[in-house]
């Protein structure tokens, strides 16, 4: 039987939201084995996803939360695969501002179990980067995938429509700082970093106030 392994895709566009709109670069996540895979956040680039889908079956595209930077390719990659897109109904509002016509084939849910090749993933509500956010907590592979939820050296933006920091900073401690410090913590953008290596800060993310 062949492991489960975890691919990594870079795709570049854009984030817009309350008017404005600005150049990003997203961490896309591939998590699965030679025969199936799921990718998580469909980012921008449709067509680089698939390619390093490959001939694998992709079970689903999973949407850490609903901004559009997160789900721009999300319809685009199901109709090319036939994977049903998968979104927390809390943050729906966000998805219909990107994709109007269209919307997710599937929930996600607080304790939701995903499985694939052999790996199970729980789904984490973590609000606060929007209401709908999730993480994906993978411990057979000693990893979580924090979407924009926590970074490497904070917490995710709260500054904007929908998003709220004492309920991003209770979503942190409560749900990711519980996990083993050794824990990788694949983000949204940007480097990796550990649950270990955060963990130290949350007061003085606390006290900054971001």
């Known amino acids: 039987m062949m492991a489960?392994?975890?691919d990594h895709v870079v795709t570049s566009g854009t984030f817009s939201l309350d008017g404005g709109t600005w150049e990003v670069d997203?961490?896309?996540?591939?998590?699965?084995?030679?025969?199936?895979?799921?990718?998580?956040?469909?980012?921008?680039?449709?067509?680089a996803i698939a390619?390093?889908?490959?001939?694998?079956?992709?079970?689903?595209?999973?949407?850490?939360h609903g901004h559009d930077d997160h789900i721009d390719a999300a319809p685009a990659l199901s109709a090319r695969t036939g994977a049903p897109v998968l979104l927390h109904p809390a943050d729906l509002m966000?998805?219909?501002?990107?994709?109007?016509?269209?919307?997710?084939?599937?929930?996600?849910?607080?304790?939701?179990k995903i499985t694939v090749a052999g790996v199970e993933l729980t789904v984490l509500h973590t609000p606060g980067h929007s209401p709908g956010a999730v993480c994906l907590y993978a411990?057979?592979?000693?990893?979580?995938?924090?979407?924009?939820?926590?970074?490497?050296?904070?917490?995710?933006?709260?500054?904007?429509?929908?998003?709220?920091?004492?309920?991003?900073?209770?979503?942190?401690?409560?749900?990711?700082?519980?996990l083993p410090p050794d824990t990788v913590v694949r983000t949204g953008h940007g480097d990796s970093t550990t649950?270990?290596?955060?963990?130290p800060h949350l007061e003085e993310w606390v006290a900054r106030g971001y």
């Open 4 to 6: 489960a392994r975890i």
């Open 26 to 47: 997203n961490n896309v996540w591939i998590v699965g084995d030679d025969a199936e895979a799921i990718v998580i956040d469909a980012a921008h680039d449709a067509g």
């Open 195 to 199: 649950i270990g290596a955060e963990a």
């Open 51 to 64: 390619a390093a889908v490959g001939d694998r079956r992709l079970l689903a595209i999973v949407s850490t």
């Open 94 to 112: 966000l998805w219909k501002q990107r994709h109007p016509d269209t919307g997710p084939q599937g929930e996600l849910a607080d304790g939701q």
């Open 139 to 178: 411990p057979d592979l000693g990893t979580v995938f924090s979407g924009d939820t926590l970074f490497s050296g904070g917490p995710g933006a709260t500054g904007r429509s929908y998003s709220d920091f004492p309920t991003i900073i209770t979503s942190i401690r409560e749900r990711l700082l519980t």
